[in-house]
Structure formats: C-alpha cells, structure tokens
C-alpha cells in the first residue's frame, strides 16, 4: 500500500510563497494522479487541484492564478506552491491520491497532513 | 461549480442505532459521488466510492446509496468509534468539492 509523507514550512507571513511536498513510499507515479486540498481550522475540506496521470494539472478556479502543482519523479515527490498567502489561506493541507482505476475514483491514500498558519 | 449540501450538520446517536447523512448536489454528479470519515486530528479516510461500493477494510455497517442529486451515507448500528465527521465528495466535475461535513456524536 503506498503511503503519502507530506512536509514543508508551517508557519509564514503574509504575501510569502507556500511550498509543501508530498513524498510517494513506492515511487509509483505512473498512472495516477496527485491532488492536494486543505481544511481551514474547524471547516470542511476545500479542493485545490491535481496533476492528472496524463501530465496536466487542473486547479481550482478560486486559487488558479496563484496555485501550481508539480511532480519530481526522480525524487519520488509532488509540491504544492501558492503564492501571496493572506490569513485566509490558513489551514491544514493534505496530498492525497487515488490507487482506483479511473480518475473519477474516490481518494484513497492521503498524507498526514501539514499544518500552514499565515501570521 | 457543484454545490454539495450535507444535512444534518450534526448528529446525535447511541450506540447500536442507526444514522442517516444526506448529500444533496446542485447539478447531478451520476454515481460519482465518495464518502469519507475524518476523525478528530486524524486524515480523512475513504468509506464509499461511487455513491455504494465499500472500500476495502471498512466495516459492512456503512453503506451508501442514492444516484444523480441525492445521496445518503447509512450508518446501521452506531459504534463507539464512529464519533467522527463525515463528507461527501463528488468527482463528477471540476472543480470538484466537498460538503459541509456532518459530526456525528455517540451518546
């Protein structure tokens, strides 16, 4: 069973640049898509995007223009960057994948989460 | 995008009896419709996919049901580890999105 570890800088000031990544145990990236989302603290989930299996990336339209997901697959990682934080964008953030066969699977895998706080 | 409308927003049950969650989409999502249990300071984990199949490991008191708009997450004989917060999340479109989440409490 594949196990996501997610790490990255917890604390940062407005208008910085968040940058958080997600370490995949079998380096299995063929195939399958990376998505990352985040909780505000005491709400719900919120989806910020994947990259797909095909290579690209679909994002949020409410985060498009500051969001971009990448994969390293030498280094067996994916990465979230957002950039300009505001308080809003305060929360925990979790990589998450799917090991079903189509894209519109249920997330099965998810790490353990990376608490961001913007001060 | 697709608004989905968990109901109730928390619920009360003793153990042994039986707790319904409604999901209701404002565009139909087919089948495409998961549910997941996110337990205090814990990940969320998957329960349902595709509106009724049970994920692996996940005990036979969960079930799922519904199709199009509506959906329902049925929990049949409440157990002491089934305090958690529950979200349906649908896949159908982009973006995709969550409910609101439902906290279910034992008594």
């Known amino acids: 069973q594949v196990q996501l570890h997610q790490w990255g800088a917890g604390v940062l000031k407005p208008s910085e640049t968040l940058s958080l990544t997600c370490g995949v145990s079998?380096?299995?990236?063929?195939?399958?898509?990376w998505f990352w989302i985040r909780q505000p603290p005491g709400k719900g989930l919120e989806w910020i995007g994947r990259f797909t299996h095909t290579g690209s990336t679909d994002y949020n339209p409410s985060l498009k223009n500051r969001v971009t997901i990448s994969i390293d697959t030498s280094k067996n990682h994916f990465s979230l960057e957002m950039t300009s934080v505001t308080a809003a964008d305060t929360a925990m953030y979790y990589c998450a994948t799917l090991r079903g066969a189509a894209a519109d699977d249920g997330l099965d895998v998810w790490g353990q989460g990376t608490m961001v706080i913007v001060s | 995008e697709n608004v989905l409308t968990q109901s109730p927003t928390f619920q009360s049950g003793a153990p042994k009896e039986t707790v319904t969650i409604t999901c209701r989409a404002s565009q139909s999502v087919g089948s495409s419709l998961h549910w997941y249990q996110q337990r205090p300071g814990q990940s969320p984990k998957l329960l349902i996919k595709?509106?009724?199949q049970s994920f692996s490991g996940v005990p036979s008191r969960f079930s799922g049901s519904g199709s199009g708009t509506d959906f329902t997450l049925t929990i049949s004989g409440l157990e002491a580890e089934d305090a958690a917060t529950y979200y349906c999340h649908q896949t159908s479109t982009l973006p995709q999105t969550f409910g609101q989440g439902t906290t279910v409490e034992i008594k």
């Open positions: 595709y509106t009724s």
């Open positions: 079998d380096g299995s990236f063929s195939g399958y898509p």
